[in-house]
Nanobody
């Protein structure tokens, strides 16, 4: 049974930091690209970042590249999203996703999805 469980979201103020976690099970973690997407109310789901197989392969949405860091711990089957200098526009539900392929910034490129964790950044 494939399972992706996100955690670490919360309510913070602008400038604060959060670290999101995604624990994966039910598939061979090291064979999959792991990604983070986010979706704000009334907006389309957008790509945040991804790491393909190892931490040597990373890709970010340009607008968050200087503030967010994605990394994976293959020994724990967990991928993280470290978010620093959070802004109100970062407010969204953040989703973990897994792909059997390489980098992909579109939703259709991913096989599995978690339930999401809410991040709210107040001004």
């Amino acid at each position: 049974q494939v399972k992706l469980v996100e955690s670490g979201g919360g309510l913070v103020q602008a400038g604060d930091s959060l670290r999101l976690s995604c624990e994966a099970s039910g598939f061979t973690f090291t064979r999959y690209t792991m990604a983070w997407f986010r979706q704000a109310p009334g907006k389309e789901r957008q790509f945040v970042g991804a790491t393909a197989w190892t931490n040597g392969y990373v890709n970010y949405r340009h607008s968050v590249k200087d503030r967010f860091t994605i990394y994976r711990d293959n020994m724990k089957n967990t991928v993280y999203l470290q978010m620093d200098s959070l802004k109100p526009e970062d407010t969204a539900t953040y989703f973990c996703a897994a792909s059997s392929g390489g980098y992909d910034s579109t939703e259709s490129g991913y096989n599995y999805w978690g339930q999401g964790t809410q991040v709210t950044v107040s001004p």
